[in-house]
């Protein structure tokens, strides 16, 4: 077992180690942007990149999780495999994320995607397809369970998505996971920074940038931005546990057991403990960390080795 929890550890951090080193080359894209009316602070504006692909027909939206951007490496990554599937692609960046200061996401808030889905520059694709990451694979679920589709929308992926809100913030919150706490609202901090040079928020930066847990992050900036009475309810009212039963279209998840981020026993009990759609496919994985995986890898899609590789053939078939 611990030899699965180090592997874990070292997927995680490997793939951004290398990502951070030498990013690997994207075919050009262009700036993308679409507003969103819903945000406490009035109509916010969405960012990010698309590449449309020369007589595609198909395009795949990719979202990054809780602290990451468009330039994530695993958006990357799922940006250069779509492209190799013959693929459009969009990165988006969720409210706020990249320093755009327009205003800060929340874990249930899939109003951003879509609005990205139903943005005049995606007019031209038959068929949409979403891959999510970590938080990004919980708002793409979320979407997906919300009876508000986009007739375009052909199926979801999430990967490595927290599922039960409560139980993985009392996870990463616990001391062990300090590097990846810490990781995280690291880049919550500087979002929340450059919202607060733009507009009133519910704390002063300086008290802001002396929070130490998500809890407290969620209980002293999230719940007052968006009207929650508390974390808790928060957490209660955003999961998608029990919302899988409601998806309307095929949805992947992808867990690993050695995540040390989302780990495996805030995940099984949640698939377990609320009826699922017929729609869901669960894959687990024994090696892996978190959104990072051995370039090795199958999940016996038929498609060439690679997560992305073979999650978007998933996407494609469906």
């Known amino acids: 077992?611990?030899?699965?929890?180090?592997?874990?550890?070292?997927?995680?951090?490997?793939?951004?180690?290398?990502?951070?080193?030498?990013?690997?080359?994207?075919?050009?894209?262009?700036?993308?942007?679409?507003?969103?009316?819903?945000?406490?602070?009035?109509?916010?504006?969405?960012?990010?990149?698309?590449?449309?692909?020369?007589?595609?027909?198909?395009?795949?939206?990719?979202?990054?999780?809780?602290?990451?951007?468009?330039?994530?490496?695993?958006?990357?990554?799922?940006?250069?495999?779509?492209?190799?599937?013959?693929?459009?692609?969009?990165?988006?960046?969720?409210?706020?994320?990249?320093?755009?200061?327009?205003?800060?996401?929340?874990?249930?808030?899939?109003?951003?995607?879509?609005?990205?889905?139903?943005?005049?520059?995606?007019?031209?694709?038959?068929?949409?397809?979403?891959?999510?990451?970590?938080?990004?694979?919980?708002?793409?679920?979320?979407?997906?369970?919300?009876?508000?589709?986009?007739?375009?929308?052909?199926?979801?992926?999430?990967?490595?998505?927290?599922?039960?809100?409560?139980?993985?913030?009392?996870?990463?919150?616990?001391?062990?996971?300090?590097?990846?706490?810490w990781h995280v609202l690291s880049a919550l901090k500087e979002m929340y920074t450059a919202v607060a040079s733009r507009r009133a928020m519910p704390l002063p930066v300086r008290e802001a940038l002396a929070i130490r847990t998500i809890r407290e992050w969620d209980r002293r900036i999230m719940t007052p931005r968006f009207g929650y009475p508390s974390p808790e309810a928060y957490y209660s009212s955003e999961s998608a546990a029990p919302r899988l039963r409601d998806l309307a279209i095929p949805s992947l998840i992808v867990a690993t057991e050695a995540d040390p981020m989302v780990p495996l026993d805030t995940v099984r009990p949640a698939l377990e403990a609320y009826p699922r759609s017929p729609l869901l496919d669960v894959q687990w994985l024994r090696f892996g960390g978190h959104v990072g995986f051995p370039q090795t890898l199958s999940l016996g899609f038929g498609a060439a080795p690679g997560l992305e590789s073979q999650v978007i053939h998933w996407l494609q078939g469906r």
């Open 1 to 181: 077992m611990r030899r699965i929890l180090l592997h874990g550890h070292f997927w995680t951090i490997a793939p951004w180690l290398k990502h951070q080193l030498r990013a690997p080359p994207l075919p050009p894209s262009s700036p993308f942007s679409v507003n969103v009316d819903e945000s406490p602070a009035g109509p916010v504006r969405l960012l990010g990149r698309v590449r449309h692909r020369e007589g595609a027909t198909s395009i795949l939206i990719a979202v990054h999780g809780l602290g990451g951007t468009l330039e994530s490496h695993y958006v990357v990554e799922a940006a250069a495999q779509a492209e190799r599937a013959g693929l459009s692609c969009l990165r988006v960046n969720l409210r706020g994320a990249g320093g755009d200061g327009a205003d800060l996401y929340h874990a249930g808030l899939f109003s951003d995607l879509h609005a990205a889905i139903a943005s005049p520059e995606l007019d031209r694709y038959e068929r949409v397809l979403v891959i999510g990451y970590s938080l990004g694979g919980h708002i793409a679920l979320r979407y997906a369970a919300s009876g508000a589709l986009d007739p375009r929308v052909r199926a979801v992926a999430a990967v490595c998505p927290p599922l039960d809100l409560e139980q993985s913030v009392a996870a990463i919150d616990q001391p062990e996971r300090w590097m990846y706490r």
